[in-house]
Protein backbone atom coordinates (compact mmCIF):
# COMPACT_ATOMS: atom_id res chain seq x y z
CA UNK A 1 0.00 0.00 0.00
CA UNK A 2 1.32 3.59 -1.08
CA UNK A 3 1.60 6.36 1.81
CA UNK A 4 -0.35 8.33 -0.14
CA UNK A 5 -3.37 7.51 -2.65
CA UNK A 6 -4.99 9.79 -4.28
CA UNK A 7 -7.51 9.08 -7.62
CA UNK A 8 -5.78 10.46 -10.69
CA UNK A 9 -8.95 11.03 -12.57
CA UNK A 10 -9.47 13.00 -14.82
CA UNK A 11 -12.75 14.59 -13.29
CA UNK A 12 -14.68 16.70 -15.35
CA UNK A 13 -17.57 19.42 -13.57
CA UNK A 14 -19.69 22.15 -15.32
CA UNK A 15 -18.48 25.70 -14.34
CA UNK A 16 -20.26 26.18 -10.84
CA UNK A 17 -20.07 22.95 -9.53
CA UNK A 18 -18.81 22.07 -5.91
CA UNK A 19 -15.58 19.73 -6.40
CA UNK A 20 -14.58 17.33 -3.99
CA UNK A 21 -10.95 16.01 -3.69
CA UNK A 22 -9.65 13.52 -1.04
CA UNK A 23 -6.39 11.65 -0.51
CA UNK A 24 -5.68 8.95 2.12
CA UNK A 25 -2.90 8.27 4.08
CA UNK A 26 -1.58 5.08 5.94
CA UNK A 27 0.95 6.86 7.94
CA UNK A 28 0.21 8.22 11.54
CA UNK A 29 3.41 10.50 11.59
CA UNK A 30 2.13 12.44 8.91
CA UNK A 31 1.02 15.98 10.72
CA UNK A 32 0.94 18.61 8.18
CA UNK A 33 -1.39 18.20 5.39
CA UNK A 34 -1.37 20.67 2.09
CA UNK A 35 -2.76 20.95 -1.41
CA UNK A 36 -1.02 22.01 -4.65
CA UNK A 37 -2.17 23.13 -7.72
CA UNK A 38 0.10 22.11 -10.65
CA UNK A 39 -0.97 23.51 -14.10
CA UNK A 40 0.66 21.88 -16.95
CA UNK A 41 4.34 22.18 -16.80
CA UNK A 42 4.42 24.15 -14.17
CA UNK A 43 5.75 23.75 -11.03
CA UNK A 44 3.35 23.41 -7.59
CA UNK A 45 1.43 26.63 -6.33
CA UNK A 46 0.69 26.12 -2.59
CA UNK A 47 -3.16 26.83 -2.19
CA UNK A 48 -4.23 25.07 1.27
CA UNK A 49 -1.84 24.02 4.58
CA UNK A 50 -3.27 23.02 7.20
CA UNK A 51 -2.24 20.95 10.52
CA UNK A 52 -5.15 20.06 12.40
CA UNK A 53 -8.25 18.16 12.28
CA UNK A 54 -10.96 20.24 10.74
CA UNK A 55 -11.77 22.20 8.16
CA UNK A 56 -9.86 25.26 6.58
CA UNK A 57 -11.45 28.27 4.23
CA UNK A 58 -10.18 30.48 1.94
CA UNK A 59 -11.86 32.39 -0.61
CA UNK A 60 -13.68 29.53 -2.38
CA UNK A 61 -11.13 26.50 -1.10
CA UNK A 62 -11.99 24.64 1.96
CA UNK A 63 -9.93 22.41 3.10
CA UNK A 64 -10.62 19.08 5.27
CA UNK A 65 -8.49 16.89 7.75
CA UNK A 66 -10.10 13.87 9.50
CA UNK A 67 -6.78 12.83 11.55
CA UNK A 68 -8.65 9.38 12.86
CA UNK A 69 -9.74 8.58 9.41
CA UNK A 70 -6.81 9.68 7.63
CA UNK A 71 -8.61 11.20 4.99
CA UNK A 72 -8.22 14.64 3.49
CA UNK A 73 -10.10 16.56 1.37
CA UNK A 74 -9.96 19.98 -0.81
CA UNK A 75 -13.12 21.33 -1.64
CA UNK A 76 -13.85 24.21 -4.49
CA UNK A 77 -17.05 25.78 -4.70
CA UNK A 78 -18.33 28.17 -7.68
CA UNK A 79 -15.70 26.25 -10.00
CA UNK A 80 -14.26 27.94 -12.58
CA UNK A 81 -12.25 26.82 -15.81
CA UNK A 82 -9.39 28.68 -14.46
CA UNK A 83 -9.20 26.00 -11.97
CA UNK A 84 -8.67 23.31 -14.64
CA UNK A 85 -5.49 21.53 -13.26
CA UNK A 86 -3.68 18.61 -11.37
CA UNK A 87 -4.40 18.95 -7.98
CA UNK A 88 -1.45 17.71 -5.42
CA UNK A 89 -2.07 16.55 -1.98
CA UNK A 90 1.11 16.58 -0.11
CA UNK A 91 2.14 15.65 3.81
CA UNK A 92 4.70 15.20 6.26
CA UNK A 93 5.35 14.62 9.79
CA UNK A 94 6.71 17.06 12.40
CA UNK A 95 9.95 18.29 11.96
CA UNK A 96 10.69 17.19 9.10
CA UNK A 97 10.70 19.05 5.51
CA UNK A 98 10.26 16.49 3.20
CA UNK A 99 7.08 15.94 1.68
CA UNK A 100 5.13 12.91 0.73
CA UNK A 101 3.21 13.47 -2.43
CA UNK A 102 -0.27 12.07 -3.73
CA UNK A 103 -0.22 11.26 -7.72
CA UNK A 104 -2.50 14.29 -8.26
CA UNK A 105 -6.12 14.98 -9.92
CA UNK A 106 -6.68 16.16 -13.13
CA UNK A 107 -9.59 18.48 -13.21
CA UNK A 108 -11.16 20.08 -15.43
CA UNK A 109 -14.09 22.51 -15.12
CA UNK A 110 -16.21 23.10 -18.39
CA UNK A 111 -17.57 26.10 -19.49
CA UNK B 1 3.79 33.41 -0.86
CA UNK B 2 7.65 33.99 -1.02
CA UNK B 3 9.54 33.43 -5.01
CA UNK B 4 11.68 30.52 -6.32
CA UNK B 5 13.10 31.08 -9.87
CA UNK B 6 13.91 28.22 -12.08
CA UNK B 7 15.97 28.33 -15.31
CA UNK B 8 15.74 27.18 -17.97
CA UNK B 9 12.13 26.02 -18.25
CA UNK B 10 12.81 23.81 -21.23
CA UNK B 11 16.19 22.18 -22.93
CA UNK B 12 16.82 19.84 -25.48
CA UNK B 13 19.87 18.39 -25.07
CA UNK B 14 21.82 15.45 -27.04
CA UNK B 15 22.48 12.16 -25.73
CA UNK B 16 25.74 12.11 -23.22
CA UNK B 17 25.84 16.23 -22.89
CA UNK B 18 25.54 17.77 -19.17
CA UNK B 19 22.76 20.04 -18.32
CA UNK B 20 22.83 22.58 -15.78
CA UNK B 21 19.44 23.74 -13.98
CA UNK B 22 19.53 26.66 -11.28
CA UNK B 23 16.93 27.50 -8.63
CA UNK B 24 17.22 30.54 -6.91
CA UNK B 25 15.07 31.95 -3.88
CA UNK B 26 14.20 35.72 -5.05
CA UNK B 27 13.07 37.26 -1.57
CA UNK B 28 13.94 35.15 1.24
CA UNK B 29 17.43 33.19 2.33
CA UNK B 30 16.34 29.04 1.13
CA UNK B 31 18.16 26.67 4.25
CA UNK B 32 17.41 23.75 2.47
CA UNK B 33 16.43 22.81 -1.28
CA UNK B 34 14.76 19.80 -2.69
CA UNK B 35 15.11 18.32 -6.21
CA UNK B 36 11.80 16.92 -7.51
CA UNK B 37 11.55 14.66 -10.43
CA UNK B 38 7.61 14.04 -12.26
CA UNK B 39 7.30 11.86 -14.86
CA UNK B 40 4.33 12.13 -16.89
CA UNK B 41 1.12 11.48 -14.74
CA UNK B 42 2.86 10.65 -12.05
CA UNK B 43 3.60 12.52 -9.02
CA UNK B 44 6.83 14.40 -7.72
CA UNK B 45 9.40 12.10 -6.91
CA UNK B 46 11.94 13.71 -4.15
CA UNK B 47 15.36 12.98 -5.48
CA UNK B 48 17.52 14.83 -3.06
CA UNK B 49 17.56 17.39 0.10
CA UNK B 50 20.32 19.92 -0.18
CA UNK B 51 21.59 22.44 2.85
CA UNK B 52 23.26 25.33 1.86
CA UNK B 53 27.34 24.54 2.71
CA UNK B 54 26.79 20.98 2.75
CA UNK B 55 26.46 18.12 0.87
CA UNK B 56 23.62 16.92 -0.73
CA UNK B 57 21.80 14.12 0.83
CA UNK B 58 20.40 11.63 -2.01
CA UNK B 59 17.09 9.70 -1.86
CA UNK B 60 17.48 5.52 -2.60
CA UNK B 61 18.16 4.65 -6.35
CA UNK B 62 19.44 8.19 -7.51
CA UNK B 63 23.12 8.10 -8.67
CA UNK B 64 25.05 11.28 -7.07
CA UNK B 65 27.62 11.18 -9.72
CA UNK B 66 24.61 11.61 -11.75
CA UNK B 67 23.12 14.24 -10.24
CA UNK B 68 25.28 16.38 -8.87
CA UNK B 69 23.91 19.24 -6.77
CA UNK B 70 25.54 22.32 -5.50
CA UNK B 71 24.39 24.85 -2.52
CA UNK B 72 26.89 27.14 -2.61
CA UNK B 73 24.70 30.11 -1.39
CA UNK B 74 21.75 31.15 0.54
CA UNK B 75 19.73 31.55 -2.25
CA UNK B 76 20.89 29.15 -5.24
CA UNK B 77 21.20 25.92 -5.50
CA UNK B 78 22.06 24.16 -8.90
CA UNK B 79 21.16 20.70 -10.59
CA UNK B 80 23.60 19.05 -12.96
CA UNK B 81 22.44 15.98 -15.07
CA UNK B 82 25.60 14.78 -16.16
CA UNK B 83 26.28 12.55 -19.38
CA UNK B 84 22.31 12.84 -19.83
CA UNK B 85 20.82 9.64 -21.43
CA UNK B 86 17.00 9.75 -23.06
CA UNK B 87 16.02 7.74 -19.95
CA UNK B 88 16.80 11.08 -18.08
CA UNK B 89 14.19 13.19 -20.21
CA UNK B 90 11.89 14.49 -17.27
CA UNK B 91 10.26 17.41 -15.58
CA UNK B 92 12.55 18.64 -12.86
CA UNK B 93 11.41 21.04 -9.96
CA UNK B 94 13.20 22.70 -7.38
CA UNK B 95 11.18 23.59 -3.99
CA UNK B 96 12.89 25.95 -1.36
CA UNK B 97 12.08 26.47 2.66
CA UNK B 98 13.97 29.05 4.93
CA UNK B 99 13.78 31.47 7.32
CA UNK B 100 12.17 35.07 7.65
CA UNK B 101 9.24 33.70 5.26
CA UNK B 102 5.51 33.38 6.83
CA UNK B 103 6.08 30.05 7.94
CA UNK B 104 9.45 27.86 8.10
CA UNK B 105 6.89 24.63 7.71
CA UNK B 106 5.76 25.47 3.86
CA UNK B 107 7.73 24.79 0.78
CA UNK B 108 7.54 27.01 -2.10
CA UNK B 109 8.26 25.36 -5.80
CA UNK B 110 9.87 26.65 -8.69
CA UNK B 111 8.55 26.51 -12.10
CA UNK B 112 10.25 23.45 -13.40
CA UNK B 113 12.11 22.31 -16.24
CA UNK B 114 11.21 20.50 -18.68
CA UNK B 115 14.01 18.40 -20.12
CA UNK B 116 13.99 16.42 -22.79
CA UNK B 117 17.11 14.06 -24.32
CA UNK B 118 17.40 13.13 -27.79
Known amino acids: QKEVEQDPGPLSVPEGAIVSLNCTYS??????FMWYRQYSRKGPELLMY????GNKEDGRFTAQVDKSSKYISLFIRDSQPSDSATYLC???????????FGKGTKLSVIP | GAVVSQHPSWVICKSGTSVKIECRSL??????MFWYRQFPKQSLMLMAT?????????EQGVEKDKFLINHASLTLSTLTVTSAHPEDSSFYIC??????????????FGSGTQLSVL
Open chain 2, 95 to 108: SARGTGIDSNEKLF
Open chain 1, 27 to 32: NSAFQY
Open chain 1, 50 to 53: TYSS
Open chain 1, 90 to 100: AMKGAGSYQLT
Open chain 2, 27 to 32: DFQATT
Open chain 2, 50 to 58: SNEGSKATY
